[in-house]
C-alpha cells in the first residue's frame, strides 16, 4: 500500500481521519446492518440493556474509557469500562446487558478471552472492529464496523477516532432523552471539517514539540473526558518516539507527580470548554509555580489559557462532548513530530506489533 505522498503510514492515517469519520457515520447511522429496517437502532443486539459493559486493549481500551464518560452522561444504566487483559467478571449483573468490545484488528486475543467470559452471563455483546470477517466477529451477536480503512501504522490514530464516532453513535441510538441528543448526528456531520481545520494548522505543533524532545518526564493532563484522551496521547509519545510520558488526571499531580514538576517536565493542559475549565487553568498556574513548561490545547480565542500556559495549540469551537476528538489529533501530530525529530522509526517502532494474538 502507497504511503500517498506523505512520509510515514502514521502521518497518511491521521490526514485520512476525516474521511474515515465520515464514512463511519454513515455507516453507524445508515449502514448495511439497518438497511431494510426502519430503527436507526437496527444492528443493536439489545436496545434497552440494564448494564452496559466496554472492553478493550491498549489504544482500544482508551476508546472503551471514552465511551464510560460519554455514555454514562447519556444513559441512565451503569456504564463501566474494563481493561480486556484484566477482565474476570462484570461488576454489575445484568438481566440484559450489552458488552460492547472494541478492537481494531478484531483479533487481540486478551479482547476474544474477556469477551469470552461474559457470554452467557446476562450480556448480549456487540463487536466494534474495523476488519471484516475478524475473529471477534464471530464471537459476537452482532457487529458495527469502523470504516477506518486499512490502517498499516502500528500506532493506531484513525481507528480509534472512528471508535470515538460509534461511542457518539451508540449514545444518540441508546438515550431515553431523544430530545437531550438530537444534536449528536448533525455535529458528526461536520467533525470532519473541524478535523481538517486541525490538521491544516500543524505548523504550529512542530514548533511546540521542540522542546519536549529533550524532556526527562511528559506529562499529559486533562480533566473528565480529557483523562483518556490524555492516556491515549501518553500511550502514542511512548509508542512511536519512546518518550516517557504519563497520562494523568490534572487534579492528580498534587498527589505525587508534583515531586517530579521542573524544567524538565513539561506539561500538556488540554483545556476543553466543559464543566472543568476553571480547574483546568488552576492546574496550569499550580503547574507553572513549580518550574514546568505548559503546553495548553485550547479552544481558538481562550484568552485567560493563553495569559498563564507558555504556548496554547488552538482548537475549533465545537461541542464539548466532540472537543476531545480534536484534542486527540493535536496529541497525534504532536507524537508523530517528536518521533520524526528523534529519528525514531514511526510506523514500526521496536518490540511492538499491530496486533497482539497471543495472551
Ligand atoms: C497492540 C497494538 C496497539 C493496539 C492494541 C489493541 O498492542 O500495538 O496499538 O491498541 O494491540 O489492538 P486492537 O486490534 O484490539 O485494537
Redesign the pocket.
Known amino acids: 500500500m502507497s504511503k500517498g505522498g506523505f512520509d510515514h503510514y502514521m502521518l497518511k492515517e491521521i490526514h485520512e481521519q476525516p474521511e474515515a469519520i465520515r464514512d463511519t457515520v454513515a455507516e453507524s447511522l445508515l449502514g448495511p446492518a439497518t438497511a431494510g429496517t426502519s430503527s436507526p437502532v437496527g444492528y443493536l443486539p439489545v436496545r434497552d440493556p440494564d448494564a452496559v459493559l466496554l472492553l ?5 481500551y482508551h476508546a472503551a474509557l471514552m465511551g464510560e464518560q460519554i455514555l454514562s452522561q447519556l444513559l441512565t444504566v451503569p456504564v463501566t469500562a474494563r481493561v480486556a487483559s484484566e477482565f474476570q467478571k462484570p461488576a454489575v449483573k445484568a438481566e440484559q446487558g450489552l458488552v460492547v468490545a ?7 486475543s486478551d ?1 476474544l478471552t474477556a469477551l469470552r467470559r461474559i457470554l452467557g452471563q446476562g450480556y448480549a455483546s456487540l463487536g466494534v472492529t474495523n476488519v471484516m470477517g475478524s475473529s471477534i466477529t464471530r464471537a459476537v451477536d452482532a457487529t458495527l464496523y469502523t470504516r477506518a480503512g486499512p490502517e498499516v501504522a ?3 490514530t484513525k ?1 480509534f477516532l472512528c471508535q470515538l464516532v460509534t461511542l457518539y453513535l451508540l449514545g444518540f441510538h441508546l438515550a431515553t432523552d431523544r430530545d437531550a441528543v438530537s444534536i449528536i448526528p448533525q455535529n458528526l456531520q461536520v467533525l470532519p471539517d473541524l478535523v481538517r481545520q486541525v490538521l491544516s494548522r500543524d505548523s504550529a505543533i512542530q514548533q511546540a514539540v521542540r522542546q519536549l524532545t529533550k524532556a526527562e518526564h511528559i506529562f499529559i493532563i486533562g480533566k473528565g473526558l480529557g483523562v483518556p484522551i490524555a492516556l491515549e496521547g501518553a500511550l502514542k509519545f511512548k ?1 512511536v518516539a519512546y518518550l516517557p510520558t504519563e497520562g494523568y488526571p490534572a487534579g492528580e499531580l498534587k498527589h505525587g507527580p508534583f515531586a517530579l514538576l521542573g524544567e524538565k517536565t513539561p506539561v500538556i493542559a488540554m483545556v476543553l470548554a466543559d464543566e472543568h475549565r476553571s480547574r483546568m487553568i488552576t492546574s496550569i498556574k499550580e503547574i507553572k509555580a513549580r518550574g514546568s513548561t505548559v503546553i495548553a490545547i485550547a479552544d481558538r480565542g481562550d484568552g485567560e489559557v493563553a495569559e498563564f500556559a507558555d504556548m496554547v495549540l488552538p482548537v475549533p469551537k465545537t461541542d464539548p462532548l466532540l472537543a476531545p476528538v480534536l484534542h486527540n489529533v493535536v496529541l497525534q501530530l504532536m507524537s508523530y513530530y517528536c518521533a520524526r525529530k528523534l529519528g525514531c522509526p514511526i510506523d514500526r517502532p521496536r518490540n ?5 494474538t497471543v495472551p
Open positions: 478493550g486493549c491498549g489504544t482500544s472494541f478492537s481494531q484488528s478484531g483479533e487481540t479482547t502500528v500506532a493506531s481507528t509508542e511492538l506489533a499491530k496486533s497482539v
